[in-house]
């Protein structure tokens, strides 16, 4: 039997920004704004001065403190957003294979609805429906749903 890498074995952490931690990164991002941004990564000194990972500082500023974040919580997405996140990633799967760059999208919303909104959101937004589209192939293609206890046999 192989051997589980640690990393597997590890427990996902759950990141818990307290209220003084946010006020210290807003505060930190704000200086950092107005100081022309010399410094390329604000996160890593951010890293040095509370107990969070450059990474999960990071992501924490993008999808819920940047203040030119418009939250689902404060105004839902629109249908128009809705689409145009469908049509979008739609597009982009069908001419590429990669990853999907949801920066990318996120600015190109931005653009079209003037909304800055999280990248979390929007990715939330594309997965939930995924969700639901595969649920509703999965119910389709259940025999039990046509009232039959067994597949249907081909006839020769």
């Not at 107005?34 to 890593?44: E, K």
């Not at 939330?124 to 119910?139: D, F, G, P, V």
């Amino acid at each position: 039997m192989p051997q589980r890498s640690q990393r597997a074995r590890k427990k996902k952490i759950t990141c818990i920004f307290n209220l003084n931690s946010e006020r210290i990164i807003i505060d930190y991002m704000e200086r950092w704004a107005s100081h022309g941004r010399q410094n390329r990564n604000p996160f890593v000194e951010l890293s040095k001065i509370i107990p969070h990972s450059p990474k999960q500082i990071y992501q924490h500023w993008w999808n819920k403190l940047d203040p030119r974040l418009c939250l689902v919580s404060n105004e839902p997405f629109s249908n128009e957003e809705k689409g145009y996140i469908y049509s979008w990633v739609e597009d982009y799967l069908s001419s590429n294979k990669k990853t999907i760059p949801w920066k990318t999208l996120q600015s190109k919303m931005e653009e079209e609805f003037r909304r800055f909104r999280s990248r979390n959101d929007i990715k939330n937004i594309w997965y939930s429906r995924e969700r639901r589209l595969a649920r509703q192939a999965a119910n389709i293609l259940d025999p039990l749903l046509f009232g039959m206890d067994q597949p249907l046999q081909e006839s020769n």
